[in-house]
């Protein structure tokens, strides 16, 4: 069976600190995707990034880095010096048989 | 280009009532997918269409629900005989199929209270 786990429900944090999302996920097959959504208070899911089973590269975009380990089915999420802004829910989604499943979310919020 | 739109963006119904929610995806893009999001979840799929073909139904979708995409073009989730349970927000999201596993843009979503 297919799930993604999010054990983290609600992380504070104050501006400026770094912040890491976890994400475990389960799969029995090899080829998948893995993908990152926040989802502001306005409702909308913005896309933040999809990674292939193959490419084990963290990949790190301005202030935001991923780190995936298949060792430890893990592709956790990184914030570097947060910002009021990033405040949101986030979801990581595996994505092996052409739709998404999402984890329950990781409500972030930063105070300033 | 202007994104994935829903509409309506709230809906208010009785139990009882049946209610049909559209949705326009982004225009080059021949998928579309109907997810659903309750409080403190992240979305659940529901089902999605290849241009007007449907490919997949979730066994979450029970028989008072249809979702058609006549055209493949826009898409409609019809609710028959709405119950509190469906209480909810229904999001719909679209991707092109012209490479494996593209990203899906998701609309703002319906939401939809059944009283």
């Known amino acids: 069976a297919q799930k993604v786990t999010q054990a983290q429900t609600e992380i504070s944090v104050v501006e400026k600190e770094d912040v890491t999302l976890d994400c475990v996920y389960e799969?029995?097959?090899?080829?998948?995707?893995l993908f990152w959504y926040k989802q502001p208070p306005s409702g909308e899911l913005v896309f933040l990034i999809r990674r292939n089973s193959f490419d084990e590269q963290n990949e790190i975009s301005g202030r935001y880095s991923w780190n995936f380990q298949k060792s430890t089915s893990s592709f956790n999420f990184t914030i570097t010096a947060s910002q009021v802004v990033d405040s949101a829910v986030y979801f990581c989604a595996l994505d092996n048989t052409d739709k998404l499943i999402f984890g329950t979310g990781t409500r972030l919020q930063v105070f300033p | 280009d202007t994104g994935v739109s829903q509409d309506p963006r709230h809906k208010i119904t009785k139990r009882g009532q049946n209610v049909t929610f559209r949705c326009d995806p982004i225009?080059?893009?021949?998928?579309l997918y109907w997810y659903r999001q309750t409080l403190g979840q992240g979305p659940e799929f529901l089902t999605y269409f290849q241009n007007e073909a449907q490919l997949e139904k979730s066994r979450l979708l029970s028989d008072r629900f249809s979702a058609e995409r006549p055209k493949g073009s826009f898409s409609t989730l019809e609710i028959q005989r709405t119950e509190q349970g469906d209480s909810a927000m229904y999001l719909c999201?679209?991707?092109?199929?012209?490479?494996?596993?593209?990203?899906?843009?998701f609309g703002n979503g319906t939401r939809l209270t059944v009283t």
């Open positions: 999201a679209s991707s092109s199929w012209t490479e494996d596993y593209s990203p899906l843009h």
């Open positions: 799969t029995r097959d090899t080829t998948y995707y």
């Open positions: 225009s080059e893009h021949n998928r």
